[in-house]
């Protein structure tokens, strides 16, 4: 049956408005009761359409198609923002996400002239005590952050703000300037600056950020850089229908 299925598709060109019946069974080989038998069903789930001259693709096949092709042309989208980034900055670039508490990180792309980090593609980290956690933070709704604080703001290195009143803060500078900055909040030794991505300036989908070892990066100078990165890359999504936060979790 698939094959068939498969034929019918194969049947129409480009330059096609519509095929009928008989003409689907001369080029498919399949016979018209056949050919009519599919086409009914096709038409019923959509992956058809009628029209005044017989049937031609429908709405559903593109949208499958484009859901197909989404995470391809996303992360191909990303990678080649934070190859420029990583290039201009010759530190370590990170995509991650927020889920929950925790920001996940998406894609790492390791800088040959830097040390290793302790980030990993899949890892997950407390979202208050990391640059591109506080960047998400920043522009969330109100019930995430309190969600967060709710939970505790455990410490995971000698910087990480463990004091709501001070993380609000903190947050509050972030929106002001749309740059999160992070010194051994994370961990013993790491600083970070980072960005929101915001898809059609809305709540943030994933933050980009540029992360080093404490001494080897002037992060106040790094910030502008990642910021425009961030933006540049969420005005070019915007680009790309139905890219919501659930399409940059699927990168890794």
């Known amino acids: 049956m698939i094959a068939r299925v498969s034929l019918v598709f194969g049947a129409f060109r480009p330059e096609d408005e519509g095929l009928g019946v008989r003409e689907i069974s001369r080029r498919t080989g399949l016979a018209t009761s056949t050919v009519a038998r599919i086409l009914r ?23 499958l ?47 040959c002239e830097a040390p290793p980090l302790g980030s990993r593609v899949g890892g997950r980290l407390p979202a208050h005590a990391t640059g591109v956690g506080k960047a998400l933070l920043a522009f969330a709704e109100p019930a995430v952050v309190d969600h967060v604080i709710s939970e505790g703001l455990a410490r995971l290195g000698p910087g990480t703000i463990t004091r709501p009143t001070r993380l609000r803060e903190e947050l509050a500078a972030i929106r002001e300037s749309g740059i999160a900055y992070e010194t051994e909040e994370s961990g013993p030794g790491v600083v970070c600056v980072a960005a929101p991505i915001r898809y059609r300036a809305g709540k943030p989908i994933a933050a980009l950020s540029v992360s080093a070892r404490l001494g080897e990066a002037d992060v106040a100078a790094l910030g502008p850089a990642v910021r425009t990165a961030a933006i540049a890359l969420g005005r070019q999504a915007a680009w790309m229908p139905g890219l919501g936060g659930a399409a940059w979790a699927e990168l890794r």
């Open 41 to 63: 069903e096709l038409v019923e789930h959509k992956f058809l359409e009628t029209t005044g001259r017989g049937v031609r693709i429908g709405l559903r096949f593109f949208e």
């Open 65 to 111: 198609g484009e859901q197909a092709a989404r995470p391809h042309e996303l992360r191909r989208l990303a990678l080649a923002s934070m190859s420029d980034l990583r290039s201009a900055t010759r530190h370590t670039v990170h995509l991650a996400v927020l889920d929950g508490t925790e920001v996940v990180y998406v894609i790492k792309l390791r800088s």
